[in-house]
C-alpha cells in the first residue's frame, strides 16, 4: 500500500481534493466540520486502477497546528502538495515542502486547486512557478 499526504496552505482545498478522489470526508471531528477547518490527520483510502492500494492522510494547513501536520508526514511514499490558484505558493506551503525535505519525501505531485476562481492569464502563470535558485517546479 502506498501512503500519500497532503500538504500545503490553510484553506487551499487539501481535505476537498481527497473527499473528491476517494469520495471519504477526512475532517471527521465536529469542530472541523463546524469551523470547515482541518485541525487533526485526516485518513482516507482508494484503489488505483492498477488494483494497488492508496492511503491518504490529510494534514492540517494552520500554522496552529504544524505539530499535527508533522505527525502525519512520517513515512509518507509521497506527498501531494496542494496549491490554491487564487493565492499560489503561501506561509504555509513553504513551510510543508520544508518538512517534507527535512524528512526526505522525494516524491510527490503539485494540484492547483480552484482554478476556477482565476482568469486563465493568471491560472497560466500559477502552473510554472519556481522557487529562487532551484530548478524544482512548486506549482
Not at 497546528?65 to 513553504?94: S, W
Not at 500559477?126 to 529562487?132: A, D, E, G, L, P
Amino acid at each position: 500500500m502506498y501512503v500519500i499526504g497532503t500538504a500545503g496552505h490553510v484553506d487551499h482545498g487539501k481535505s476537498t481534493l481527497v473527499k473528491a478522489l476517494t469520495g471519504i470526508d477526512p475532517d471527521r471531528l465536529a469542530e472541523e466540520q463546524r469551523r470547515e477547518m482541518t485541525i487533526d490527520l485526516g485518513f482516507a483510502w482508494m484503489a488505483l486502477p492498477s488494483g494497488r492500494s492508496v492511503s491518504l492522510v490529510d494534514v492540517p494547513g494552520h500554522e496552529r497546528f504544524i505539530k499535527n501536520m508533522l505527525a502525519g508526514v512520517g513515512g509518507l511514499d509521497a506527498a501531494l502538495l496542494v496549491v490554491a490558484a487564487d493565492e499560489a505558493i503561501m506561509p504555509q506551503t513553504e513551510e510543508h515542502l520544508a518538512i517534507l525535505d527535512l524528512l526526505g519525501v522525494t516524491h510527490g505531485v503539485v494540484a492547483l486547486t480552484k482554478a476556477d476562481l482565476v482568469d486563465a492569464e493568471c491560472l497560466d502563470e500559477r502552473k510554472v512557478t519556481r522557487r529562487q535558485g532551484e530548478g524544482r517546479v512548486l506549482a
